[in-house]
């Protein structure tokens, strides 16, 4: 059984820091891109930060240069370091697990999400 479960989550006063962890099991998760999502209330789901199989990442702008996301391949864990947290970033934030076969077969994961917020 597939299984991404995050942790990290809480709340922190605007500036400061929290790092997120996700722990994938049940499958080969080295073939897969792997990224964290956020969703705040009335807003749709959106991509925060991803590192795809061959360690190329990328950002959403409005975190680029607080957060760093990496990954340790050996034990199947995608991480999300937050620095500078602003109330804005306050959301659910989601660990996702995505492949897309050369036949085209999409196998897609996420976790059951984790809160963050950001106030004082």
């Known amino acids: 059984q597939v299984q991404l479960v995050e942790s990290g989550g809480g709340l922190v006063q605007p500036g400061g820091s929290l790092t997120l962890s996700c722990a994938a099991s049940g499958t080969d998760f080295s073939r897969y891109m792997m990224g964290w999502y956020r969703q705040s209330s009335g807003k749709q789901r959106e991509m925060v930060a991803r590192v795809s199989r061959g360690g190329r990442i990328n950002y959403e702008d409005a975190v680029k240069g607080r957060f760093t996301i990496s990954r340790d391949f050996a034990e199947n864990k995608v991480y999300l370091q937050m620095n500078s947290l602003k109330p804005e970033d306050t959301a659910v934030y989601f660990c996702?697990?995505?492949?897309?076969?050369?036949?085209?077969?999409?196998?897609?994961?996420w976790g059951q999400g984790t809160q963050v917020i950001v106030s004082s």
């Open positions: 996702n697990a995505n492949y897309i076969s050369g036949l085209g077969e999409v196998s897609d994961y």
